[in-house]
Nanobody
Framework: QVQLVESGGGLVQPGGSLRLSCAAS????????MAWYRQAPGQQRELVAR???????DYSNSVKGRFTMSRNNAENMVYLQMNSLKPEDTAVYYC??????????WGKGTLVTVSS
């Protein structure tokens, strides 16, 4: 089981920025497909962004152009840079790892609140 620990959430005003981090265990981290999901109150968990083994990323339409996901394989870290934040970005953000075997792991989440 891969251990994932998110950090960087908090309260930010609309238009502001936050950077989320996710620290992962595992010596084969570079082979994981990593993702960020979010879940707003009363809503289903949704995919925000993914980063593949070669560094290719994709994003949900709702965050495209505002969020950037990156990874550092040497440090077993992934990041989500969130700019131009909107109130509708308020959610608990979860880090997800999918191994080559198909096994998935989740972090406990970090809360992002966008409010004036």
């Amino acid at each position: 089981q891969v251990q994932l620990v998110e950090s960087g959430g908090g309260l930010v005003q609309p238009g502001g920025s936050l950077r989320l981090s996710c620290a992962a265990s595992g010596s084969t981290f570079r082979s994981f497909v990593m993702a960020w999901y979010r879940q707003a109150p009363g809503q289903q968990r949704e995919l925000v962004a993914r980063i593949f083994i070669g560094g290719i990323t994709d994003y949900s339409n709702s965050v495209k152009g505002r969020f950037t996901m990156s990874r550092n394989n040497a440090e077993n870290m992934v990041y989500l840079q969130m700019n131009s934040l909107k109130p509708e970005d308020t959610a608990v953000y979860y880090c997800n790892a999918r191994q080559v075997s198909g096994m998935e792991s989740w972090g406990k989440g970090t809360l992002v609140t966008v409010s004036s």
